[in-house]
């Protein structure tokens, strides 16, 4: 099991977060297989030796490896991809060491949406998130990555993209409390 999960964490794409590897069970209840709880660290040791690492969303998190956010070095990226009958483009920014302060998840959906306001002229952003530390709106933090305006760059960029596409309507899926933040500012 360890060699699969090691391999198949090589080959994730880096808009894939992988949520959870191994529920939490106490060691006394696993009959079979590894018996310890931290099956995520012993596959990232084993990426390590081998000279990998895990490039999905989780791993990558620059709220999770306490990051603090200098936005002059970050790098807006673009990754497009097919998914069930329509487009996926995936917006992030993300620093040289490829940590991922933010991203956006916007969707083309195809002909056989089942939505009827859902139609060839229209995108859905699925997902925004802004990793860090939770700061109260309308506070700040020097060099904190909440409430620095990457989730309204984020959108912008997925704006611009849908200008250049000719999309008409923009759909937002459970982002609602994201959106009242980035309106205001």
Not at 101 to 112: C, H, I, N, Q
Request: aromatic share 6%.
């Amino acid at each position: 099991m360890l060699t699969v999960l090691t391999e198949v964490k090589k080959m994730v794409p880096k808009w894939v977060r992988i949520m959870r590897i191994q529920r939490e069970i106490t060691p006394n209840e696993i009959q079979a297989g590894p018996k310890s709880g931290n099956l995520r660290q012993i596959i990232h040791k084993r990426l390590k030796d081998q000279g990998y690492s895990c490039k999905c969303i989780r791993c990558r998190e620059a709220g999770l490896s306490r990051k603090n956010m200098q936005s002059e070095f970050l790098k807006l990226n673009r990754q497009e991809y097919d998914s069930s009958n329509g487009r996926e483009i995936f917006i992030s920014f993300d620093d040289k060491d490829e940590s991922i302060y933010g991203f956006l998840r916007l969707r083309k959906p195809s002909e056989l949406a089942h939505r009827n306001e859902i139609t060839q002229n229209s995108c859905i952003v699925r997902e925004l998130h802004v990793f860090g530390k939770s700061i109260k709106i309308g506070n700040h933090e020097e060099d904190g990555i909440q409430h620095s305006g990457l989730g309204r760059k984020l959108m912008n960029e997925a704006e611009k993209f849908q200008k250049r596409i000719l999309i008409q309507k923009s759909f937002l899926s459970s982002v609602r409390l994201v959106r009242v933040n980035i309106t205001k500012n």
